[in-house]
């Protein structure tokens, strides 16, 4: 039985944080607990109705340029209205309007047009969600904010991958989809009936200043170059874990065998419940650290994720003990680096390029799936992705030990 004192203490400790931090982790609880279906389980979905790999990828491709368009531009509209109220109900409706095409699709076409809105969706959607969080977090350290939202998150990918795959399984082969409207209709809901309150929220830190940033900085940082790559890295790692280890397990390795559906769907879960659960103590943990530890630490976990799961592919029983093992890594690392990649990239940008900035952190989530296309491509040639896995361990590894003895200035 559940104390009333465990409802009071979490009630306090949610309590502590602004009332706009509060709502903007709700509106992204309400997009990820919509998205997380969709992110995870389209390939199956789709897999299952006898779309290739290549053509699974090439959608997840094709949705990542038409995210980059609309990433710079809304950047841009960030930079000179410093709003996000018109971005998010945009996002919104486009990712309805995808969802229904991805419901009527039986084929490739509506397929890609489906997944052309998903990209122009998310590329308005994660620009305007992470420049919030820095003007709404007054008097809470923006690294602990991040943890807090990325949390959220983490909450609503788990539910929402979980309620996914029952309905999918037991109710409706694209239940995924119709979730993911009437959550996007919630956050139309919450941004129209609490506008003023977000605008004024808006208005007050950035007049006042009180958000902590460098407004005064007009110069990139000189570690610039060096960060992007890292999370240009990671945010690849953590596409291709999405979109092609799904597809990678279903289909089976050099010797290990093919895992059916539901397995398949319980190692990504076994991925999103350990997130949830890590996401607050690890996030909170990193913040006390120098600003580009959670970068590192990322990187080292993703490389030897990545290597497990290279070697469970020439592996066949034991195979499940690494897959489960590089899906803790995968956890440990996300933990680390959904937090410290914002701040990090929000600090290290001129102070009149900050929606610009984060637009660019979101075009690297992007470029992860520009791989997704040559990922499938591979897997459908050679029938199993341990090469992709090699490569991208020994990437991070690489990256980490340029990042190792770097500081954040």
């Known amino acids: 039985m559940i104390s009333p004192n465990s409802f009071q203490i979490t009630k306090n400790w949610w309590n502590q944080f602004p009332i706009p931090l509060r709502l903007i982790t709700k509106i992204r609880f309400y997009a990820a607990f919509g998205a997380g279906g969709v992110i995870y389980l389209t390939s199956l979905s789709f897999n299952n109705i006898g779309l290739s790999p290549t053509d699974i990828g090439l959608g997840f491709t094709i949705s990542a340029i038409i995210g980059t368009l609309t990433r710079l531009l809304t950047g841009n ?24 095409f991805l419901i009527l699709s039986r084929d490739t076409f509506f397929y890609i047009i489906g997944q052309s809105f998903i990209g122009a969706a998310a590329g308005i959607y994660w620009p305007a969600a992470e420049f919030g969080v820095p003007y709404f977090c007054y008097p809470i350290d923006t690294r602990k904010a991040y943890a807090l939202v990325r949390s959220s998150e983490a909450l609503g990918i788990s539910l929402g991958v979980l309620l996914g795959g029952i309905m999918n399984n037991y109710l409706y082969a694209k239940s995924i989809f119709v979730n993911d409207i009437f959550c996007m209709l919630l956050i139309t809901y919450s941004i129209v009936s609490n506008n003023f309150s977000i605008e004024r929220s808006l208005k007050k ?4 200043l009180v958000d902590s940033i460098k407004q005064g900085q007009l110069e990139w940082n000189r570690n610039s170059s060096i960060i992007i790559l890292s999370i240009l890295l990671i945010t690849t790692s953590l596409a291709l874990i999405q979109v092609i280890l799904p597809l990678d397990l279903v289909k089976g390795g050099v010797l290990r065998n093919e895992l059916n559906e539901g397995i398949t769907i319980l190692f990504i879960s076994i991925n999103l419940i350990l997130l949830l659960f890590l996401q607050w103590p690890v996030g909170s943990w990193i913040s006390k650290k120098d600003r580009l530890f959670g970068l590192k630490f990322s990187l080292i976990n993703f490389s030897f994720a990545s290597l497990l799961l ?14 489960f093992l590089s899906m803790i890594l995968v956890s440990l690392g996300s933990a680390s680096f959904l937090p410290t990649s914002t701040d990090v990239v929000f600090r290290i940008a001129p102070s009149n390029k900050k929606g610009f900035a984060l637009a660019l952190l979101s075009q690297c989530f992007a470029m992860g799936y520009f791989l997704s296309f040559i990922a499938g491509r591979l897997l459908d040639v050679s029938g199993e992705a341990s090469i992709i896995w090699l490569l991208i361990s020994c990437a991070c590894f690489i990256v980490f030990a340029i990042l190792f003895k770097k500081k954040f200035n």
């Open 77 to 100: 509209y960030l930079n000179k209205t410093g709003m996000i109220q018109i971005p998010l109900i945009a996002s919104s409706t486009l990712s309805i309007v995808a969802s229904l």
């Open 205 to 208: 830190s950035q007049e006042s």
């Open 310 to 323: 290279f070697i469970s592919s020439y592996l066949n029983a034991p195979a499940m003990f690494l897959i």
